[in-house]
């Protein structure tokens, strides 16, 4: 199966404190692979060293067969990384359509030289896709923290990324709401996308994900199926207090 991605020996620091300590794990190509953790676990971190935002200390990360460490965020996103944030970042004062757009006109086809319509169209199948179609008009700051997460999923993908990192798009959000978000990430899984998923709840993550990566405190603890690791004896400790597998964390 041809590696998309592949950490290796990521470590870093903020000042005296180690945020990622020597984590290595990869993501094939078709594959949902998940990043769990407690609070601080430093998952997040992992997601901005991918996606050029802060610096790694040591390690790599090779996207395709090649190092892209250190490489500033417009390089990343249009080398074919898109993600979304864990605290939704829609432009506030533009329509979900314009949102969308930006990322379609600056995203991994940029230099592409099809005109606006196609464009248009294109953004709003995306918009069609993450059940936004009715919202197209409406401002960024105007829309549900739900349907802000989805819009940004709908932007990640507009940049025709060949990985998407997905930093909690279930957060916050009513049961329902968790759900629509499960039923995406199930879409594009079913449409042979790759994911990198950030998730708390961990019914979500074990009901879409082919692997898990658990992490603490900035160390990779354990990966493999759902079942292995969300049972994992240093997972239910360090994760779960040692409780059983819960609804939510
Ligand atoms: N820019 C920064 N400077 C200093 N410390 C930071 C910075 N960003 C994150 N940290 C620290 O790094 C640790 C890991 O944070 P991170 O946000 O990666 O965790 P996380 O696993 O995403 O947690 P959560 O589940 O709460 O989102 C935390 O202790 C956090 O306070
Ligand atoms: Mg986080």
Not at 28 to 54: D, Q, R, Y
Not at 119 to 144: C, F, I, N, Q, Y
Not at 203 to 214: E, F, Y
Not at 237 to 248: F, K, N, Q, V
């Amino acid at each position: 199966m041809k590696r998309i991605l592949e950490i290796h020996h990521l470590t870093v620091r903020f000042g005296p404190r180690t945020i990622l300590k020597d984590v290595s794990f990869s993501v094939h190509e078709g594959e949902i692979v998940s990043l769990i953790g407690p609070n601080g676990a430093g998952k997040t971190t992992l997601f901005n060293v991918i996606s050029g935002l802060v610096q790694a200390s040591a390690g790599d990360v090779i996207f395709l067969g090649r190092p892209i460490t250190g490489w500033p965020p417009y390089k990343v996103c249009r080398a074919g990384i898109a993600r979304t944030f864990q605290i939704a970042r829609p432009f506030p004062d533009m329509s979900a359509e314009e949102n969308v757009l930006i990322g379609l006109w600056f995203g991994k086809n940029f230099a592409r030289s099809d005109g606006v319509l196609s464009k248009a169209s294109e953004a709003a199948a995306l918009l069609d896709l993450v059940g936004l179609h009715d919202k197209r008009h409406t401002p960024g700051k105007e829309l549900t923290l739900s349907e802000q997460r989805r819009l940004e999923v709908a932007r990640a993908l507009a940049t025709h990324p060949t990985l998407l990192l997905l930093d909690e798009i279930a957060a916050g959000l009513s049961p329902h709401a968790v759900n629509q978000a499960a039923q995406l990430v199930l879409s594009l899984r079913d449409r042979g996308m790759t994911i990198l998923l950030v998730d708390h709840f961990l019914n979500l993550t074990a009901r879409v994900s082919h692997r898990l990566v658990a992490l603490d405190q900035g160390e990779k603890i354990v990966e493999g199926s759902p079942q292995e690791v969300l049972h994992h004896p240093e997972v239910l400790s360090a994760y779960l207090g040692e409780r059983e597998p819960a609804e939510e964390v």
